[in-house]
C-alpha cells in the first residue's frame, strides 16, 4: 500500500522562526511535490523535485526553501515564518507517469 | 497563462445524479485528473483521463474533450459520504499537476 507521511498534522509557529515540514514516501519515487492550500485558491505548488539533490521551483517559491537529500524524503523550510504563511501544506509524489499520492497534509499557524 | 475553472460549490440530493464541470487553458497537456478531497484530509485519486472520451468507474465517470478543453465528473446515486470538494487538475510537463479552485460538492438527504 503506497504511503506518504507527513511529520506533523498541526503546527503552531511564531513569526520569524524557522520551520521545518517533512515529507516520507516508501514508494521509491523519483518526483516529489509540495503545495500549500487555502481556501478559494487551491492547491498551488511551491516546489518540486525530480530526484536527489534537485529542486524546481514550482508557482509561489517567495519565503520558501527545500532540501531533497535522500530518496524518499523531501522537506520544506520556511526560513523565517510570516503570518501569511499560515496555511495546509501537503506533501506529494509520484513516479511521473502515474498519479500524484498526497500526504495526510500539515496544517501550519503562524501567529 | 494557465487556467482551470470549476464551480465553487454545488448541492444534491442523496440518490440523485450530480456533474461537476471543468474547463481548462493550459500552456502543456497530458492528461487530467479528478480528485477527491474530504475536509481535513488528502486529496485521494478518482480517474485520469487522456484521450477524449467517457471513463466509467463505478458510480463515478468522468469525460474528456481536449478539443473544447473541458471535462466532467458524473457521480451517480450520490451517497451523504460523497460529500467533499472535488479537485479538477490538468497534469502538465514533467508531472507537474496544475489544479482548480476546487468545487465543495453537499449532498442533502
Known amino acids: 500500500d503506497v504511503k506518504v507521511t507527513q511529520s506533523s498534522r498541526y503546527l503552531v509557529k511564531r513569526t520569524g522562526e524557522k520551520v521545518f515540514l517533512e515529507c516520507v514516501q516508501d514508494m521509491d519515487h523519483e518526483n516529489m511535490f509540495w503545495y500549500r492550500q487555502d481556501p478559494g485558491l487551491g492547491l498551488r505548488l511551491i516546489y518540486f523535485?525530480?530526484?536527489?539533490?534537485?529542486?524546481e521551483k514550482g508557482d509561489i517559491p517567495e519565503g520558501y526553501s527545500v532540501s531533497r537529500e535522500k530518496k524518499e524524503r523531501f522537506s520544506l523550510i520556511l526560513e523565517s515564518a510570516s503570518t501569511n504563511q499560515t496555511s495546509m501544506y501537503l506533501c506529494?509524489?509520484?513516479?511521473?507517469?502515474?498519479?500524484?499520492?498526497f500526504g495526510p497534509g500539515t496544517r501550519l499557524t503562524v501567529l | 497563462g494557465q487556467n482551470i475553472d470549476q464551480p465553487t460549490e454545488m448541492t444534491a440530493t442523496e440518490g440523485a445524479i450530480v456533474q461537476i464541470n471543468c474547463t481548462y487553458q493550459t500552456s502543456g497537456f497530458n492528461g487530467l485528473f479528478w480528485y477527491q478531497q474530504h475536509a481535513g484530509e488528502a486529496p485521494t485519486f478518482l480517474s485520469y483521463?487522456?484521450?477524449?472520451g467517457l471513463e466509467e468507474k463505478g458510480r463515478f465517470s468522468s469525460f474528456l474533450s481536449r478539443s473544447k478543453g473541458y471535462s466532467y465528473l458524473l457521480l451517480k446515486e450520490l451517497q451523504m459520504k460523497d460529500s467533499a470538494s472535488y479537485l479538477c487538475?490538468?497534469?502538465?510537463?514533467?508531472?507537474?499537476?496544475?489544479f482548480g479552485q476546487g468545487t465543495e460538492l453537499s449532498v442533502k438527504p
Open positions: 506529494a509524489s509520484t513516479s511521473g507517469t502515474d498519479t500524484q499520492y
Open positions: 487538475a490538468v497534469h502538465n510537463q514533467g508531472g507537474k499537476l496544475i
Open positions: 483521463n487522456v484521450l477524449d
Open positions: 523535485s525530480y530526484d536527489v539533490k534537485m529542486k
